[in-house]
Each structure stands twice: as structure tokens, then as C-alpha cells.
């Protein structure tokens, strides 16, 4: 089964053709990196499967169900509502400003989504959110806040946030 599946996905933005019939297919299991120079695409391609940015034409394929189609800038058909909305919290994305909380600490901007979005109990999300950092090597700076880490750091958080969903 392919995990995530485009076909002929093109993004404009005006005159500027950003994305051009973009075909990829990730199975289960497989590691994909998609590299390219500055301005190439591979961001807004990204954002592009997440719905954060609606792609001009073409289909994409979440575990080989239809997700979303659009023709000509316009929505032909995406999948039902509910497991749509389900499918969209499934999806992670480390973005490359990583948009942590200044306010909150490392322990906290883990774990806003899954107690916000997810309604999951705090201690629950706190139990995860303090495994995933150990994970990424940063258990110990669960009670610091964003502008005491390096850049490195900022974006291990971020991979830690978007694997608590």
C-alpha cells in the first residue's frame, strides 16, 4: 500500500509555475527526501499534502484513498469530511521557522496540540511529550524556553511536537 501518492500536482501562483505535474509515490516503510535548490518547490510541494496550500491542479492519495483533487484551481473532489479532518491531524510538519511559543516552554509547545487538538489528558501528553523529547536528546530542557535554545535544538522540539499527533 502507497502511503502518499501524487499525480500531475501543479501549484501557480499567477504567471509563476511553481509546481509542474509533480509524481511521487512513498510506500510503507520508505524513506523519501526530496532536495532541490532555493526556491524550487519543495516546501510549498510539502504543504501542498497538508492542504496548507492548495495545489492548482492535480490528485493526491493518502493510503491509496483519494484525499483531494482539484482541476483549474477548483476543488473536483476530496475525501468525506470526517476522515478528512482525521487524516489532516495524522499528518506532521516540521516547518523550516519551526513557530514554537515563545511564551511556553519546550515541555508545553510539545504538548499544546495533543491536549488542545487531540483533547487528551495533560498527563498523558506530558508523559509522551517528555518520551519524545528524550528521544530527540532533550530531556533536559523540558522547563526552558525557545530563546534559550540554539537553532538545532528549536528544530528538535519542533520534530518532537509534530511527532506527539
Known sequence: ?????????????????????????????????????????????????????????????????????????????????????????????VFQQFNLFPHLTVLENVMLAPVNVRKKEKEEAEKTARELLMKVGLSDKADVYPSRLSGGQKQRVAIARALAM
Open 1 to 93: 500500500m502507497s502511503m502518499i501518492r501524487t499525480e500531475n500536482v501543479c501549484k501557480d501562483f499567477g504567471e509563476l509555475k511553481v509546481l509542474k505535474n509533480v509524481n511521487l509515490t512513498v510506500e510503507q516503510g520508505e524513506v523519501v527526501v526530496i532536495i532541490g535548490p532555493s526556491g524550487a518547490g519543495k516546501s510549498t510541494f510539502l504543504r501542498s499534502l497538508n492542504t496548507l496550500e492548495k495545489i492548482t491542479s492535480g490528485k493526491i492519495f493518502i493510503e491509496d484513498e483519494l484525499f483531494y483533487h482539484r482541476e483549474n484551481d477548483a476543488t473536483v473532489s476530496k475525501m468525506e469530511k470526517d476522515k478528512f479532518s482525521e487524516m489532516l491531524l495524522e499528518m506532521g510538519m
